[in-house]
């Protein structure tokens, strides 16, 4: 069973950044994805990024040019970068792990198996 914990979060004013950090209680490798995930109040939960086995990334609109996840050289923890960040960013975040069953990661979902406690960031005006 591997756990995913995460840290960081805390609150920022607007144009603010942190960092998250997620570390695995396995190495993530071979076919494995990691996942970065938010809840805004009163909406769905929306998956906002992803790195795929091979490094590479994909991020929604939204968070492009913004957010970035990398992970350390020994592959554990992974991070979320967070700049320039807006009050619309205000949400629960989580991050998620899981086996690519074929092709990307980001094309589809499902493969989030493993996932952490959820942390607060909060951006205000």
């Known amino acids: 069973q591997v756990r995913l914990v995460l840290s960081g979060g805390g609150s920022v004013q607007s144009g603010g950044s942190l960092r998250l950090s997620c570390t695995t209680s396995e190495f993530i490798y071979g076919n494995d994805c990691i996942a970065w995930f938010r809840q805004a109040p009163e909406k769905e939960r929306e998956r906002f990024g992803v790195m795929e086995s091979n490094g590479t990334t994909t991020y929604i609109d939204s968070v492009k040019g913004r957010f970035s996840i990398s992970q350390d050289i020994s592959k554990n923890p992974f991070y979320l970068e967070m700049t320039s960040l807006k009050p619309e960013d205000t949400a629960m975040y989580f991050c998620?792990?899981?086996?690519?069953?074929?092709?990307?990661?980001?094309?589809?979902?499902?493969?989030?198996?493993?996932w952490s406690q959820g942390t607060q960031v909060t951006v205000s005006t």
């Open positions: 998620a792990a899981g086996s690519r069953l074929w092709g990307r990661c980001s094309d589809y979902s499902g493969w989030e198996i493993y």
